[in-house]
Every structure is written in structure tokens, then in C-alpha cells.
């Protein structure tokens, strides 16, 4: 199993960025994915998730109206696209995946996100 981040970086407050997260190993199709986050210091928040068929999300209040999960299932890949970004949102993010009952649960690696002017 293999979950690998990407398009992390540096970028100014009110700039964009869009994480990826490339599947492997694993039926992608069955698993809830989410992107989770965490700051030094802070405990690791769960920013939003997807269902396995992509038609119901859910976001963290923090983020509501600024960042937007979606997946393709085709290409085993989620995204985060994150919009207005802030320097609260500076964090390393992170991929999971979940299954039914939380039978299995799968970890990226984790992709840091930088808002600085």
C-alpha cells in the first residue's frame, strides 16, 4: 500500500495551492480518503474528507468555502485544492485512506504547505 503527496510548498497568503494524493495497493474505489493536517505543535485535525464514490465531502470549519476535496477514482488520486490561503493554514498535510469500520487505515507521507509573505 502506498500513499504519495504532492504539490505541496511555499506561497504567499491569499495564493492557492492543489495537493495530490497518488493510491496504490489497494481497492480505491471502497476507501473514505481524507487530508489531514498538523502544525508544530498542534495535534493532527482532520481538514476534509470524501466517500468512496466522491458524492458527499465534509471540511473542517477552518476551511469551509476556501479549500475543496474531490478524487478520481479512474486514476486512484485525491485532491485538495486549497484557495485564499492563510498562514494558519501552514502545516504538514497528510493523505488517508479508510476503510468500512475502520478496518484499515493508510498514511502518506505527509507534503508541508508554507503561507508566507
Known amino acids: 500500500v502506498q500513499l504519495v503527496e504532492s504539490g505541496g510548498g511555499l506561497v504567499q497568503p491569499g495564493g492557492s495551492l492543489r495537493l495530490s494524493c497518488a493510491a496504490s495497493?489497494?481497492?480505491?474505489?471502497?476507501?473514505?480518503m481524507n487530508w489531514y493536517r498538523q502544525a508544530p505543535g498542534n495535534e493532527r485535525e482532520l481538514v476534509a474528507s470524501?466517500?468512496?464514490?466522491?458524492?458527499?465531502?465534509n471540511y473542517a470549519d477552518s476551511v469551509k468555502g476556501r479549500f475543496t476535496i474531490s478524487r478520481d477514482n479512474a486514476k486512484n488520486t485525491v485532491y485538495l485544492q486549497m484557495n485564499s490561503l492563510k498562514p494558519e493554514d501552514t502545516a504538514v498535510y497528510y493523505c488517508n485512506a479508510r476503510s468500512a469500520y475502520n478496518k484499515y487505515n493508510y498514511w502518506g507521507q505527509g507534503t508541508q504547505v508554507t503561507v508566507s509573505s
Open positions: 495497493g489497494f481497492t480505491f474505489s471502497r476507501y473514505v
Open positions: 470524501i466517500s468512496g464514490t466522491g458524492s458527499s465531502t
